[in-house]
């Protein structure tokens, strides 16, 4: 539904030129908890108004203009810029014709607490996925060949109870089974221990399970699926030794379970996620009549609905979920408004259930859209046992610009997302990267690829978060060349060009057997040019001292990790592609030839005094220029941890 000065922008003259929409925040605001979908989008802009404590004393006005979207179909846009004295942001609403089909569709809407009723909507989904997806088909049949340790059986041993059931006792092996993603949070619910084991294995109610589990149940049962894998019963929580087997085997466990169910609106156990809901998720259709424009029936949504409903729940906040999501087949998402669907085939939502619309901006370039990232990878499209090979031509669908670039989106979404235990860095995401490892054959160093090594060495964290310096706090979880030591949103520089390297070996010590799993300890050798350094910020301009000199170099790009305890640092040149891409190192004191890293830089020859990269060798360094050994050549072997 519309307010009466929203649906004043679709009548009359059509506001081709800013005009005045609402004047003042209590306008806005009455608007939008009387669920007017505009003003509503522009009330709970995160960055806008309902969320600034003094919003009652901030001065806004509104205005509206209708621009033409030239795509032919006769698609407009509603232009609603909002301003203050510190804040300006434009909002875009799609106006799409609406055909017969269209508005006959939403004749019948189910009333909002049916719940039930929003579930036949998830099970016309997942038949429609089944039955005329062909790549989830495909994936369908690889569920059918594997089954957790333990399942949680629904309706056993009578109705509305839940038993712990071992995999060697079903009946059917493997089984057809559903998983759950849902956040944790500090509610002290029914677990699976040693001592609750015998009243899992008895049957338990299923009232007495938090209402996150209450629901999961629901929407399993509602689809007709009898068996639930949920981390907190089927994983002892006061076993360290059984965690750390069934982690190993996450990869397995969403990969062939037949459908995830993520509790995506839930903070945690107890919150749920079946909601009282005020309205159904409805699109809002608007009759057009401008006297001086082409009229219409449009349908009117807001550009950003999909990011906004859906990409923000605060599951899609939990570390482990990254490699849930990817990895099972299809997932349904419960976000308390509505249901949202996604398979290989089919992103949909009950607001749109065919799937989104054209100029909906879904963000498909990234791993929050799975169908997206599956397709690039192609998990779905080799056989049970069989490997991709990666290769470096450009016309093969796996070479390795399409791998980085896939692992540098799941990389950066993962590296965002928050971790109860700091240790579980790389545990949180080994099941995606043993299923790389294991469909593509490579070697999985502490969060990088050896085979591309070198280049993944050159990576950033935009706004670094800097671990307190009390000792008590920093627990290890990866070495310093690895983006998994730190947190925030990676990003590795895009070009690739000469390597000045050698890698000599890298010995990396891993908790368990996984070896894709947490690190105690990693060491990676390398042979390379090495150079002392020093570097001072001096009026937003780098100065460096190298070769001997001091050079102001203002077009030199350097990245730290952390604040520096001293400016004598050593570099080490990795790659040439104009311009040199390079390690900035410190030694850790505990063995000669021993750093860790520091940051990155890049910056031209000239800054070393030199015209070319094989003169490298013949820099001048400083006293305290240290190395493992060097060769004939000057290349120097160092260890970096």
């Not at 203050?84 to 189910?110: M, Q």
């Not at 240790?423 to 085979?451: C, N, P, R």
Request: hydrophobic share 35%; net charge negative.
């Amino acid at each position: 539904m519309l307010c009466e000065i929203c649906l004043n922008i679709f009548r009359g003259s059509c506001p081709v030129e800013y005009t005045q929409h609402h004047d003042s925040i209590e306008s806005l605001q009455r608007s939008a908890l009387e669920d007017c979908e505009i003003c509503r989008t522009l009330w709970n802009d995160p960055f806008c108004y309902s969320s600034q404590p003094s919003s009652e004393h901030v001065q806004i006005s509104t205005e509206t203009i209708v621009k033409e979207f030239h795509d032919g179909t006769g698609t407009r846009q509603v232009h609603v810029e909002a301003n203050s004295h510190e804040y300006t942001r434009e909002f875009v609403f799609i106006c799409e014709l609406a055909g017969e089909d269209h508005k006959n569709s939403d004749a019948h809407k189910p009333p909002a607490s049916d719940w039930a009723a929003s579930m036949a909507c998830a099970r016309t989904w997942l038949a429609k996925c089944t039955e005329t997806h062909t790549d989830c088909q495909a994936s369908g049949f690889k569920s059918m060949t594997y089954c957790p340790t333990r399942l949680l059986e629904i309706d056993q041993p009578e109705a509305n109870k839940l038993r712990l059931r071992l995999c060697s006792e079903l009946d059917d092996a493997p089984p057809q089974y559903v998983t759950l993603s849902h956040c944790w949070g500090t509610s002290k619910t029914l677990r699976l221990t040693s001592h609750s084991y015998q009243r899992f294995r008895d049957g338990v109610n299923v009232s007495e399970l938090a209402k996150t589990f209450q629901d999961a149940v629901f929407a399993a049962k509602s689809l007709g699926i009898k068996l639930l894998w949920i981390d907190s019963f089927c994983i002892f929580q006061d076993s360290k030794e059984d965690w750390q087997h069934e982690a190993a085997l996450m990869s397995q466990v969403y990969r062939h379970s037949f459908l995830n169910i993520a509790a995506s609106i839930a903070v945690d156990s107890d919150a749920g996620c079946f909601r009282e809901r005020v309205s159904t998720a409805e699109r809002s259709l608007v009759q057009t009549t401008w006297t001086d424009y082409p009229n219409g029936t449009y349908y009117l949504y807001y550009d950003h609905y999909w990011v906004d409903n859906f990409a923000s729940m605060p599951l899609k906040k939990r570390a482990w979920v990254v490699q849930e999501l990817a990895l099972a087949p299809r997932v349904l998402h419960l976000c308390g408004s509505q249901l949202f669907w996604e398979c290989h085939g089919l992103d949909a939502c009950e607001t749109w259930p065919i799937g989104p619309p054209p100029n909906m901006w879904v963000d498909h370039g990234k791993l929050r859209s799975r169908s997206a990232s599956i397709e690039v990878f192609g998990f779905h499209r080799t056989g049970y046992n069989e490997s991709v090979h990666i290769s470096t031509h450009e016309n093969d669908r796996f070479n390795t610009d399409t791998f980085r670039e896939l692992w540098k989106h799941i990389v950066s979404d993962y590296n965002m997302c928050d971790l109860t235990f700091p240790s579980d860095k790389l545990v949180a995401l080994s099941g995606i990267a043993k299923h790389m490892e294991q469909l593509l054959k490579i070697d999985y160093w502490a969060g990088l690829w050896a085979f591309d090594l070198i280049p993944e060495l050159i990576w950033t964290i935009r706004e670094p978060s800097i671990p307190k310096p009390e000792a008590d706090t920093i627990v290890y979880r990866a070495p310093s060349w690895s983006w998994a030591c730190m947190d925030g949103e990676v990003d590795w520089i895009a070009w690739r060009g000469q390597f000045l390297v050698d890698i000599v070996c890298c010995d990396i010590r891993t908790a368990t057997a996984d070896r894709t799993g947490a690190v105690i300890s990693a060491a990676l050798q390398l042979s390379g040019w090495l150079a002392t350094i020093e570097i001072r910020l001096n009026s937003k301009r780098w100065d460096i001292y190298l070769n001997g000199r001091w050079t102001s170099w203002g077009g030199a790009n350097i990245h730290l990790d952390r604040p520096l305890a001293s400016s004598h640092l050593h570099c080490l040149p990795l790659e040439d592609h104009g311009l040199l891409n390079i390690l900035l190192l410190t030694p850790t004191g505990v063995a000669r030839g021993q750093f860790q890293r520091v940051g990155i830089a890049m910056v031209g020859i000239e800054a070393f005094g030199l015209e070319d990269c094989d003169q490298l060798a013949h820099v001048t360094n400083e006293s305290w220029l240290e190395y493992q050994s060097i060769s004939d050549d000057g290349k120097c072997t160092i260890t970096i941890v």
